[in-house]
C-alpha cells in the first residue's frame, strides 16, 4: 500500500483550519499516488485540547467539521486517517473519546477509540476521555490494518522493563491478523526522545515481524513542542521513510516494495533542542495571536540566546531589546547588549532604571527605618525592569519573553514581578551549561552575533558591586548535575552526594531551595518543554507543604 504520512501543524481549537491543512494534504498526497494519508492524533481538534473537551459545543462542532473534512476530500480517490475527539457511547464515566476516523469517498468508514489513557508528565487524558473496552481492525485496499493512538502503541512487554498497563493493544490486533501497523501520535519532544521511538518502534517491527508507519504531530501549542519525525519500518525495523523534524512534511511509502521518502532529521540533539525553542517560540507568539517581541538585553548570556531564538522565530525585525542599566551595570554589558542587537539586526533600545530607583529608595528609606542594604533593593531594580518592559509591551502591542534558565527558576535565583515578568519563559526548560551550548549553536548559525566577551565573562545579574553568580551558587557545572539527579531523576540527596562525588551539606542546600521556591516557579510565565522533566503543567508539586529532603 502506497502510504502518506501527513505531518502538520495544527492549532488547539481551529477545527475549520486544521481541516483546511488536511484537505490541502490530502490533496497533494493523492496527485502523488497515495491510496491512504494519515494524519496526527486529535489533528482535527489539535493537542492537547484539555478542558476544551468538557465544552458540548466543542463536541458538536468537531463532529460538524469531520463531515466537512469527508465532504470535501470525497471526490479524492484516497482514504485519509485523522485523529478527532468522539462523543462516548459508554452510559457511564466521560462523554468524550480520543478517536480515529478513516474517511473515503466521503463517508465516515471506520473510527477507533484510544484505548490506554496516560495520565503523567503533561498528559491527563483519563481526566477527558473514557478509553475503548476492545478494538477492531480497519480493512482497506485488501489490507488489515491494525490502527492504534499514540499510547496504544507505547506498551510493548518486550521493551518495557516494568509496563504501565496490563494489555497491549498492538498485541491483540495483531492475533487478529493484522499485516500493518498504522499509528497516529502527538507525542511531545524532548531530548532524546526521537532515539527512544525509533528504539521502541523497532522493537515492535522485530517482534511482529510486521511493517509499521508512525505519524507524529509537528508545532507549539502552549508549553509542548512536538517535533514531528515521523517514519516508517519494514518489518526488520529498518526505515524506510522519514519526515523532517520540527517542520510541516509530506512523506510517501511504499509498504509492499519497502521504498520510501528520506528526509533529514537533525542528528545533533543540540540542534534538535534549539530547533525546538524556535519553533515553540514561533507558534506561541503566532498561536496567540501576537507579531512582535521584546525582552529585556542585559548583556549576559541568557538574554543574548533569547534574542537569536526569538529573531529566527519571528523575523530580527519583529524584535524589540530593551538595555536597562542601573547603578550597577558594567559598561562592558551595556555594550555586549548593544553589539548583540547590532549583529542580529534588532532594534535595541535604552532605558536606564537608575534614576527611578534613586527616587523609590527616597521613599522606602525611611519606611525601613536604617536596616541595611540587601536582597530588597537587589530586588527592586529587578522590578523596575519588570516594570518597564510591560510598560512597553502595553504600548506597542509586544509580547515580553522572559530570559531566565532552568538552573535560575530550579533554586529561585530569580525576582518574582522582576525578571521573571513576561508571556513566554523561552529558556526556562534549559539548564545553564546548555544554555552556552545553545549559544555556541545560535552563532554557527548566525556567526559572531554573541560577541565572546558574552562567553568568557562571569555570569552576574549586577545588583550589587562586583556581584557574580557564584556568590550564591555552586559552579552551574556542579548546580547542574545536581538539579538534573533531584528534578528529573528524584534522585535523594544522598545518592547525589555519594554517587557524585560532592559534599552532601552542598546537595542538600541546593535541593532545599529547589523545593523552597516552588512558589514562585507556580507564578511564572510559561516554558517551553525541552528536557524529560520541565517546571510547568508536567511537575505537580504542592506549595505548602513540608516534606524536606
Same mark, same amino acid.
Given at each position: 500500500?502506497?502510504?502518506?504520512?501527513?505531518?502538520?501543524?495544527?492549532?488547539?481549537?481551529?477545527?475549520?483550519?486544521?481541516?483546511?491543512?488536511?484537505?490541502?494534504?490530502?490533496?497533494?498526497?493523492?496527485?502523488?499516488?497515495?491510496?491512504?494519508?494519515?494524519?496526527?492524533?486529535?489533528?482535527?481538534?489539535?493537542?492537547?485540547?484539555?478542558?476544551?473537551?468538557?465544552?458540548?459545543?466543542?463536541?458538536?462542532?468537531?463532529?460538524?467539521?469531520?463531515?466537512?473534512?469527508?465532504?470535501?476530500?470525497?471526490?479524492?480517490?484516497?482514504?485519509?486517517?485523522?485523529?478527532?475527539?468522539?462523543?462516548?457511547?459508554?452510559?457511564?464515566?466521560?462523554?468524550?473519546?480520543?478517536?480515529?476516523?478513516?474517511?473515503?469517498?466521503?463517508?465516515?468508514?471506520?473510527?477507533?477509540?484510544?484505548?490506554?489513557?496516560?495520565?503523567?508528565?503533561?498528559?491527563?487524558?483519563?481526566?477527558?476521555?473514557?478509553?475503548?473496552?476492545?478494538?477492531?481492525?480497519?480493512?482497506?485496499?485488501?489490507?488489515?490494518?491494525?490502527?492504534?493512538?499514540?499510547?496504544?502503541?507505547?506498551?510493548?512487554?518486550?521493551?518495557?522493563?516494568?509496563?504501565?498497563?496490563?494489555?497491549?493493544?498492538?498485541?491483540?490486533?495483531?492475533?487478529?491478523?493484522?499485516?500493518?501497523?498504522?499509528?497516529?501520535?502527538?507525542?511531545?519532544?524532548?531530548?532524546?526522545?526521537?532515539?527512544?521511538?525509533?528504539?521502541?518502534?523497532?522493537?515492535?517491527?522485530?517482534?511482529?515481524?510486521?511493517?509499521?508507519?508512525?505519524?507524529?504531530?509537528?508545532?507549539?501549542?502552549?508549553?509542548?513542542?512536538?517535533?514531528?519525525?515521523?517514519?516508517?519500518?519494514?518489518?526488520?525495523?529498518?526505515?524506510?521513510?522519514?519526515?523532517?523534524?520540527?517542520?510541516?512534511?509530506?512523506?510517501?511509502?511504499?509498504?509492499?516494495?519497502?521504498?520510501?521518502?528520506?528526509?533529514?532529521?537533525?542528528?545533533?540533539?543540540?540542534?534538535?533542542?534549539?530547533? $525546538? %525553542? /524556535? +519553533?515553540? @517560540?514561533?507558534?506561541?507568539?503566532?498561536?496567540?495571536?501576537?507579531?512582535?517581541? =521584546?525582552? *529585556?538585553?542585559?548583556?549576559?548570556?541568557?538574554?543574548?540566546?533569547?534574542?537569536?531564538?526569538?529573531?529566527?522565530?519571528?523575523?530580527?525585525?519583529?524584535?524589540?531589546?530593551?538595555?536597562?542599566?542601573?547603578?550597577?551595570?558594567?559598561?562592558?554589558?551595556?555594550?555586549?547588549?548593544?553589539?548583540?542587537?547590532?549583529?542580529?539586526?534588532?532594534?535595541?533600545?535604552?532605558?536606564?532604571?537608575?534614576?527611578?530607583?534613586?527616587?523609590?529608595?527616597?521613599?522606602?528609606?525611611?519606611?525601613?527605618?536604617?536596616?541595611?542594604?540587601?536582597?530588597?533593593?537587589?530586588?527592586?531594580?529587578?522590578?523596575?525592569?519588570?516594570?518597564?518592559?510591560?510598560?512597553?509591551?502595553?504600548?506597542?502591542? $509586544? %509580547? /515580553? +519573553?522572559? @530570559?531566565?534558565?532552568?538552573?535560575?527558576?530550579?533554586?529561585?535565583?530569580?525576582? =518574582?514581578? *522582576?525578571?521573571?515578568?513576561?508571556?513566554?519563559?523561552?529558556?526556562?526548560?534549559?539548564?545553564?551549561?546548555?544554555?552556552?551550548?545553545?549559544?555556541?549553536?545560535?552563532?554557527?548559525?548566525?556567526?559572531?552575533?554573541?560577541?565572546?566577551?558574552?562567553?568568557?565573562?562571569?555570569?552576574?545579574?549586577?545588583?550589587?558591586?562586583?556581584?557574580?553568580?557564584?556568590?550564591?551558587?555552586?559552579?552551574?557545572?556542579?548546580?547542574?548535575?545536581?538539579?538534573?539527579?533531584?528534578?528529573?531523576?528524584?534522585?535523594?540527596?544522598?545518592?547525589?552526594?555519594?554517587?557524585?562525588?560532592?559534599?552532601?551539606?552542598?546537595?542538600?542546600?541546593?535541593?532545599?531551595?529547589?523545593?523552597?521556591?516552588?512558589?514562585?516557579?507556580?507564578?511564572?510565565?510559561?516554558?517551553?518543554?525541552?528536557?524529560?522533566?520541565?517546571?510547568?503543567?508536567?511537575?505537580?508539586?504542592?506549595?505548602?507543604?513540608?516534606?524536606?529532603?
Amino acid at each position: 500500500m502506497r502510504i502518506a504520512l501527513g505531518q502538520i501543524n495544527t492549532t488547539v481549537g481551529d477545527l475549520a483550519g486544521n481541516v483546511d491543512l488536511m484537505v490541502q494534504a490530502a490533496r497533494r498526497a493523492a496527485a502523488g499516488g497515495a491510496e491512504l494519508i494519515v494524519f496526527p492524533e486529535l489533528s482535527l481538534t489539535g493537542y492537547p485540547p484539555r478542558d476544551l473537551v468538557e465544552k458540548p459545543s466543542f463536541l458538536e462542532r468537531t463532529e460538524t467539521q469531520l463531515d466537512r473534512l469527508a465532504a470535501e476530500t470525497a471526490a479524492l480517490d484516497i482514504a485519509l486517517v485523522c485523529g478527532y475527539v468522539g462523543r462516548s457511547n459508554s452510559t457511564s464515566g466521560k462523554n468524550a473519546t480520543n478517536s480515529a476516523a478513516v474517511l473515503e469517498h466521503g463517508r465516515i468508514v471506520f473510527r477507533q477509540v484510544k484505548m490506554l489513557l496516560p495520565t503523567y508528565d503533561v498528559f491527563d487524558e483519563a481526566r477527558y476521555f473514557v478509553p475503548a473496552e476492545h478494538q477492531l481492525l480497519l480493512e482497506l485496499q485488501g489490507r488489515k490494518i491494525a490502527l492504534t493512538i499514540c499510547e496504544d502503541a507505547w506498551n510493548d512487554k518486550q521493551f518495557w522493563e516494568r509496563r504501565l498497563y496490563r494489555r497491549d493493544p498492538v498485541e491483540e490486533l495483531v492475533e487478529e491478523g493484522a499485516q500493518v501497523l498504522l499509528s497516529i501520535n502527538a507525542s511531545p519532544y524532548h531530548m532524546n526522545k526521537r532515539e527512544l521511538r525509533r528504539e521502541i518502534f523497532a522493537a515492535t517491527a522485530r517482534r511482529h515481524g510486521l511493517p509499521l508507519v508512525y505519524v507524529y504531530q509537528v508545532g507549539g501549542n502552549d508549553q509542548l513542542v512536538f517535533d514531528g519525525s515521523s517514519f516508517a519500518m519494514d518489518k526488520d525495523a529498518r526505515v524506510i521513510a522519514s519526515a523532517a523534524s520540527f517542520a510541516e512534511d509530506l512523506v510517501f511509502v511504499d509498504t509492499m516494495s519497502g521504498e520510501g521518502d528520506l528526509h533529514e532529521n537533525l542528528a545533533d540533539e543540540q540542534e534538535a533542542v534549539y530547533e $525546538a %525553542l /524556535v +519553533l515553540g @517560540t514561533r507558534d506561541y507568539i503566532r498561536k496567540c495571536g501576537f507579531r512582535k517581541v =521584546l525582552l *529585556g538585553l542585559s548583556g549576559g548570556i541568557d538574554s543574548s540566546l533569547t534574542a537569536v531564538i526569538a529573531a529566527d522565530a519571528v523575523g530580527p525585525e519583529n524584535v524589540i531589546g530593551v538595555a536597562m542599566p542601573g547603578p550597577y551595570s558594567s559598561e562592558h554589558s551595556l555594550r555586549d547588549a548593544r553589539a548583540l542587537a547590532e549583529r542580529l539586526g534588532i532594534r535595541c533600545d535604552t532605558a536606564s532604571i537608575t534614576g527611578v530607583y534613586d527616587k523609590f529608595l527616597d521613599v522606602l528609606d525611611p519606611l525601613f527605618q536604617g536596616a541595611p542594604r540587601d536582597v530588597t533593593e537587589e530586588n527592586l531594580q529587578a522590578r523596575l525592569r519588570g516594570v518597564t518592559l510591560m510598560a512597553l509591551s502595553n504600548k506597542l502591542g $509586544a %509580547l /515580553v +519573553l522572559t @530570559t531566565g534558565n532552568k538552573s535560575e527558576l530550579a533554586v529561585g535565583y530569580c525576582t =518574582l514581578y *522582576g525578571d521573571m515578568i513576561g508571556g513566554l519563559a523561552v529558556i526556562s526548560d534549559v539548564p545553564k551549561t546548555l544554555v552556552y551550548e545553545l549559544s555556541r549553536v545560535a552563532n554557527c548559525r548566525h556567526p559572531g552575533a554573541i560577541p565572546e566577551s558574552v562567553f568568557t565573562k562571569p555570569p552576574s545579574a549586577e545588583l550589587r558591586p562586583n556581584q557574580k553568580d557564584s556568590d550564591s551558587l555552586p559552579e552551574y557545572a556542579v548546580l547542574d548535575v545536581i538539579l538534573r539527579d533531584y528534578v528529573e531523576e528524584y534522585k535523594t540527596p544522598a545518592w547525589i552526594s555519594e554517587t557524585r562525588g560532592f559534599p552532601l551539606e552542598l546537595v542538600r542546600d541546593v535541593v532545599n531551595k529547589v523545593d523552597r521556591n516552588e512558589y514562585k516557579r507556580q507564578q511564572a510565565a510559561p516554558g517551553l518543554k525541552v528536557t524529560s522533566k520541565a517546571f510547568g503543567i508536567g511537575r505537580r508539586f504542592p506549595i505548602a507543604q513540608r516534606f524536606l529532603e
